[in-house]
C-alpha cells in the first residue's frame, strides 16, 4: 500500500494499514519533522518493524539530506528478521516507483505518483536513492572462531 501522511508519500508492503499503525508512524513523523526525540510503544506481533521501517525510509527517501537510520536490537535472530523486513520495504518501493502508482491522499481520493528527483541534478544516490545500503554488526562472541 501505498499512502499519504501529512504530506509524506510512505511505502508500506502490505495490503492493509491498521489504525494503531498509522497512529505510530504519525507521532514517528511528527518527531522528525521536530528534529526531536520520540520514545513509541506497541505489543508484540503488530508490525513495529514493518511501520518503522517503511517511515523512515519514506522519511529518507523524500528528504535524503537528514542522514542515517541505527536500528539496534539485541539477539542476531532479531537483526536477521529486521533485514529480511527492510529488503521487503525498499523492494516494494522500487515496485511502486517503477510502476508509477497511486496514493491515496487524506482526501480520500487517488492520486497518480512519479518518483521524486533526488540528489544533486536529479540523481539517485545517499538515502533516498537505490543506493541503501544495510549493514549488521554483531559482537564477537556471537561469532564461530573454530
Known amino acids: 500500500m501505498r499512502f ?3 504530506g509524506l508519500d510512505v511505502f508500506f508492503p502490505f495490503p492493509r494499514l491498521y489504525r494503531e499503525q498509522y497512529l505510530y508512524m504519525k507521532s514517528l513523523k511528527q518527531a ?25 525510509t519514506s522519511y529518507q527517501y523524500a528528504h535524503p539530506e537528514r542522514g542515517k ?4 536490537t ?11 523486513e527492510l ?3 525498499l523492494g516494494f518501493r522500487e515496485k511502486c516507483l517503477a510502476e508509477g502508482s497511486t496514493t491515496a491522499s487524506g482526501d480520500g481520493k487517488k492520486r497518480k505518483l512519479k518518483a521524486p528527483k533526488m540528489g544533486e541534478n536529479g540523481n539517485p544516490g545517499g538515502a533516498g536513492g537505490s543506493n541503501v545500503l544495510g ?4 559482537s564477537r562472541r556471537n561469532m564461530c572462531v573454530h
Not at 69 to 72: D, P, T
Not at 74 to 84: G, I
Request: proline share 4%; charged share 20%.
Open 4 to 6: 499519504e501522511l501529512d
Open 32 to 56: 522528525l519533522d521536530s528534529n526531536g526525540h520520540c520514545l513509541l510503544e506497541m505489543p508484540t506481533g503488530t508490525g513495529k518493524t514493518a511501520c518503522l521501517l517503511s517511515l523512515i
Open 69 to 72: 537510520l541505527v536500528y539496534c
Open 74 to 84: 539485541r539477539t542476531v535472530p532479531e537483526m536477521d528478521s529486521v533485514m529480511a
Open 87 to 89: 529488503v521487503e520495504v
Open 135 to 138: 549493514l549488521c554488526l554483531s
